[in-house]
């Protein structure tokens, strides 16, 4: 039950910045900073791979279900960009990363993604002339996720740990399995 309520604050949170990102400007089409991934990096980083596939996915279609894109190309690209992310964060997750690094990856990943995405809407491969000024992009934004993530994780973790978190799990700082179900 503390698992349900604390996935549904977070996914609550993520799906507000998803909204909000989108009005900040953009300098690619269909593009926008991805902040609402800073909480699935968080949660692929400290409590595990299914967990952030859960909030990477709904995150998605609740944020565009209220800015009014679902099914949209940008709600597509965006949808297989944030679940593929989550999916090589949790991974990498594993073995110890850091935020940056794994913020790092899964922006490369979810960049890589989305333009495979729209090269089959648009059919053309012509899409991925824009990877490296994404790539460029998405460092900035993936280093700011990273921060963002860093920074939500401590007041997560150090402020709600005995009501969410199971007390010698926490304290053993393993990335994977920390909520109590």
Known sequence: MRRIALLS???ALSSTFYVLENLLPFPVPFGRWGFSNSIVLMIASEI????ALIVASAKSILGALFSGRFL???FLTGFFGAVSAALVEAFLARFDFGYLSLSAMGSFVNN?????VISFLVESTKTFLLFPLMVILGLVSGTVNAFL?????GIVFENYSRFFFAQKKAADEVAGDRVRS
Not at 112 to 116: A, D, E, K, T
Not at 149 to 153: H, Y
Request: aromatic share 4%; glycine share 16%.
């Open 48 to 51: 595990g791979f299914g967990d």
């Open 9 to 11: 604050v977070l996914t």
């Open 149 to 153: 993530a860093s920074r939500m994780g």
């Open 72 to 74: 949209s190309p940008s």
């Open 112 to 116: 890589l993604v989305q333009l495979i």
